[in-house]
């Protein structure tokens, strides 16, 4: 397996603009996580799905952020519009069940100016 | 306030010597992990200790659990360069339906070669 596999690796977008991350999980993890890691607030749930139904979004920052899994391979997570305080990398990680191993992607670096 | 602290914050020994992280908690949980992250990649799982065991190997790292002081400690022995990353804790404890995983905010360990 290639692993949690996310795209881009950086984004670079100018404020008010759409940004969508992408992330494909390890193949039979039923669980999807999203995470946003900051010097200032370290790594931050933001949220989960189990057999891609969102679960728990509690640590979704505000409306501007939006995740979807339409199926087992694919999930996305959405900013709109972006503000510069969105900057961050985003990882994805996928696990057998919530109390087990997570194996996290490469992360995307996004800068909103 | 996290889940998982910790200690040191930061940490710098010479190639060959033994790294101790040290993690503390609050609540009760069912188990204890530790990650590794090199800078700019995502984090790595390397070890998972439940809420009954006291302590485990894997290779070099060696990971103790205390649940009655709330407390955790990763010790690298025989050091390498290569050991140079940032190290996490993650505590998971049960909700009403799922296990909460959550990150501490790391120790940065630097090994002079």
């Known amino acids: 397996d290639a692993g949690v596999i996310q795209s881009p690796r950086h984004e670079v977008t100018e404020m008010g603009q759409e940004v969508t991350l992408r992330c494909k999980p390890i193949s039979g993890h039923d669980y999807l996580f999203w995470y946003r890691q900051t010097m200032m607030r370290g790594l931050e749930l933001l949220i989960y799905f189990n057999n891609n139904v969102p679960i728990d979004d509690s640590g979704m920052p505000e409306d501007r952020f939006s995740a979807k899994m339409p199926n087992a391979s694919f999930s996305t997570l959405k900013i709109q519009p972006s503000e510069p305080r969105d900057s961050a990398v985003y990882f994805c990680a996928s696990s057998l069940w919530t109390g087990s191993g997570y194996t996290f992607g490469s992360g995307t670096r996004l800068t909103v100016v | ?113």
Not at chain 2, 1 to 11: F, V, Y
Not at chain 2, 30 to 52: A, D, E, F, K, M
Not at chain 2, 57 to 86: E, F, M, N, Y
Request: proline content about 3%; aromatic content about 6%; glycine content about 6%.
């Open chain 2, 1 to 113: 306030s996290q889940q998982g602290e910790e200690d040191p914050q930061a940490l710098s020994i010479q190639e060959g010597e033994n790294a101790t992280m040290n993690c503390s908690y609050k609540t009760s949980i069912n188990n204890l992990q530790w990650y590794r992250q090199n800078s700019g990649r995502g984090l790595v799982h390397l070890i998972l200790i439940r809420s009954n065991e006291r302590e485990k190997h894997s290779g070099r790292l060696r990971v103790t659990l205390d649940t009655s002081k709330k407390s955790s400690s990763l010790l690298i022995t025989a050091s390498r360069a290569a050991d140079t990353a940032s190290y996490f804790c993650a505590t998971a404890r049960t909700l009403t339906s799922y296990d909460k995983v959550i990150f501490g905010p790391g120790t940065s360990l630097s090994v002079i070669p």
